[in-house]
């Protein structure tokens, strides 16, 4: 059965960092492309950061670049992301999902598996 599992949500000032984990299981994870993905109240959800199978390749959405870093470890089958420097506008809850594919994805529709998302709720 797979299963994405996110953590690391909370309620941060702007300016503040967390990192979001999601453990992966059920699935061969280094042949698969991870990717983030967040939807705040009454919008769409949006693409964050993707990377690519074995962690070379990485894309971030203009918004988040240069805050956010997203990484993985494949002993670990866990994708990370990495958010510093916090602002209201990033409040959403976050997903991780999958999909297999050897390179960066930018299209939700790509991705195979999603978890359930964590929220993320920035004060100013």
């Known amino acids: 059965q797979v299963q994405l599992v996110e953590s690391g949500g909370g309620l941060v000032q702007a300016g503040g960092s967390l990192r979001l984990s999601c453990a992966a299981s059920g699935f061969t994870f280094d042949t698969y492309a991870m990717g983030w993905f967040r939807q705040a109240p009454g919008k769409e959800r949006a693409f964050v950061a993707s990377i690519s199978r074995h962690g070379i390749s990485t894309d971030y959405a203009a918004s988040v670049k240069g805050r956010f870093t997203i990484s993985r470890d494949n002993g670990k089958k866990t994708v990370y992301l990495q958010m510093n420097s916090l602002k209201p506008e990033d409040t959403a809850v976050y997903y991780c999902?999958?999909?297999?594919?050897?390179?960066?994805?930018?299209?939700?529709?790509?991705?195979?598996?999603w978890g359930r998302g964590t929220q993320v709720s920035v004060s100013s």
């Open positions: 999902a999958a999909a297999q594919y050897y390179s960066t994805i930018y299209y939700a529709r790509q991705y195979e598996y």
